[in-house]
């Protein structure tokens, strides 16, 4: 006998026992299979001699791909897929265990919550990975789309001499997407309790007809081995590619977000929270800078139920800053005999706020709505509605949308500029919300454009930042006034609440001009360059 090519499978008998049972709700089998090359319209080969091919059945299947943005199932071997049509339609995880691999299974669902991963696969990926995956936070541990592939299907049983079916024949023309590829493929699996000794003969005796094993070991492996190698080269998206994949790829990474912190969110893990609202933010503001890429008739109420989100997640972020602040600056005031009754009273106060906060964002993770969310976010992101310039190279299109937005946060700063007291703060506030869009968008170019775009990006960071302090000394002043005033109803001493008012708004007219130069600077730069 020859030497087993690459990608077959050993001769040793699999071990149909081996491998993680299957959680509950979840079916498993060890697969075993062999993929080959061949060309679109060569004749399929001839098994006769060897197996009889019986009944052939078509089928059109559509398989979603989930990964984290970096690949790392893929880069483990490790697959996970939402597939419709076909027989077994559903949910598959595939694990590797030795020469083959675990299919564990579980059915599809219907309605809201239709995208999320099966706690069933989900406890079998955590068993199988340990701690290299339930180690992983934040977008690396967020499962987003991350191929699509569309297969035409002719599935031929193959029986033995005794006319007992002992594997199954696919031919396959797959079309897969974002990296719009076209390929043709055999595929032999053995049906359970088969000895896997056949399947080297079935290697030999289409090799003796020049149909070579596949160099792929998956579908997925072949539709994305140009994104693992330029992940594993710490390369992003190519600035010559179409504009689309350079903006898919950053709402990727704040989807994932969402999905690798919610468990964070529903233990108040510090951090958490702020994360995943800069996570809805980027993505409401990518949805906005280059909507002339998509449909906005999907992208417009996308950005509604983001902002949303946002809102939710921003009670109980607001919370936490107010009271970090707040109960700091209380520590830094001249001491008083008052100071332990007032800190103590400021700290039960925040604290409710804060856990009232908390309650409604856990409350709008269990609701019907935010899993809609989840859904429509995966639908965006597995079948984008490209539309205009979107296939256009990225490096033609997507500045010029930037320079757009650089351009709107200057038109918002010159009405703050012109307007006085509470209408300056509202435009001073309405122009950070601008500068952001401008910060966001150079952080989306900076892995195809380089240098140049994390510059900006810094510079822009700078505006943000210092615009933010006017915004945190504004929500700070409220709550101190609240404080202040429930302190005089209930008769309690107000003198640490005036003295931090007092503070606070002399802190306002330095923070305004801080930010202010930051954001002539990053303008100055952004349209000397446009």
């Not at 691999?101 to 809201?112: F, N």
């Not at 079916?165 to 493929?185: I, N, Q, Y």
């Not at 596949?214 to 190698?229: M, T, Y």
Request: hydrophobic share 40%; with cysteine.
């Amino acid at each position: 006998m020859s030497e087993p090519a690459k990608n077959s499978p050993s001769q040793e008998q699999p071990d149909r026992t081996r491998g993680p049972q299957a959680p509950a709700g979840a079916d498993a089998a060890i697969e075993a299979e062999v993929k080959f090359e061949l060309a679109e319209g060569a004749e399929t080969p001839d098994l006769t001699g060897l197996l009889t091919p019986g009944e052939t059945r078509e089928h059109r299947l559509r398989a979603v791909y989930l990964d984290t943005p970096d690949l790392f199932l893929l880069r483990t071997r490790v697959t996970l897929r939402r597939r419709e049509g076909g027989d077994d339609a559903g949910w598959h995880l595939k694990l590797p265990t030795g020469t083959d691999r675990l299919e564990v299974h579980a059915g599809l669902t219907e309605g809201d919550g239709r995208w999320r991963v099966p706690a069933p696969l989900r406890e079998a990926l955590d068993r199988h990975l340990g701690e290299a995956w339930t180690g992983r936070t934040g977008a690396d541990a967020g499962l987003v789309p991350a191929a699509v592939l569309t297969t035409r299907r002719a599935e031929t049983d193959l029986a033995d001499a005794d006319g007992e079916v002992v594997a199954v024949l696919c031919d396959d023309v797959v079309h897969a997407l974002p990296a719009d590829r076209r390929w043709r493929e055999l595929e032999v699996e053995l049906r359970p309790g088969v000895d896997g000794a056949l399947l080297e003969r079935v290697v030999e005796h289409l090799a003796r007809q020049g149909v070579a094993v596949a160099e792929s070991p998956s579908k997925l492996a072949r539709a994305l081995e140009d994104d693992v190698s330029r992940i594993e080269r710490g390369k992003g998206p190519r600035r010559t590619g179409p504009a689309a994949r350079v903006v898919l790829a950053y709402a990727a990474e704040q989807v994932a977000v969402l999905h690798g912190r919610e468990e964070d969110l529903r233990t108040d893990e510090p951090g958490a929270v702020h994360k995943a609202r800069v996570a809805t933010r980027r993505l409401r503001s990518a949805l906005r800078t280059f909507r002339d890429l998509f449909d906005r008739d999907v992208t417009d109420p996308l950005r509604d139920e983001l902002r949303w989100y946002a809102g939710v997640l921003g009670g109980p972020r607001d919370a936490e800053v107010v009271r970090a602040r707040v109960l700091e600056q209380i520590d830094a005031v001249p001491r008083r005999d008052d100071e332990g009754p007032v800190k103590r009273s400021a700290t039960a106060e925040l604290d409710r706020v804060h856990a009232e906060a908390h309650a409604a964002l856990v409350e709008a993770l269990d609701s019907i709505r935010y899993a809609a969310l989840l859904d429509r976010l995966a639908e965006f992101l597995a079948a984008p509605p490209l539309r205009g310039r979107a296939g256009r190279r990225a490096v033609d299109v997507l500045p010029r949308l930037v320079d757009r937005a650089a351009r709107r946060a200057q038109r918002e700063h010159a009405a703050a500029r012109a307007a006085a007291g509470d209408e300056r703060m509202h435009l001073l506030h309405e122009t950070r919300k601008r500068a952001k869009a401008v910060r966001y968008a150079h952080e989306l170019l900076a892995p195809a454009f380089g240098e140049g775009a994390a510059r900006q990006a810094g510079l822009w960071e700078q505006v943000t930042e210092g615009l933010g302090q006017v915004q945190d000394i504004d929500v700070a002043l409220e709550a101190l006034r609240g404080l202040r005033r429930a302190a005089e109803a209930a008769g309690e001493p107000t003198y640490t609440y005036g003295y931090l008012i007092g503070w606070q708004t002399a802190l306002q007219g330095p923070a305004v001009a801080a930010g202010e130069q930051a954001l002539e600077a990053a303008l100055a730069e952004a349209l000397a360059e446009a």
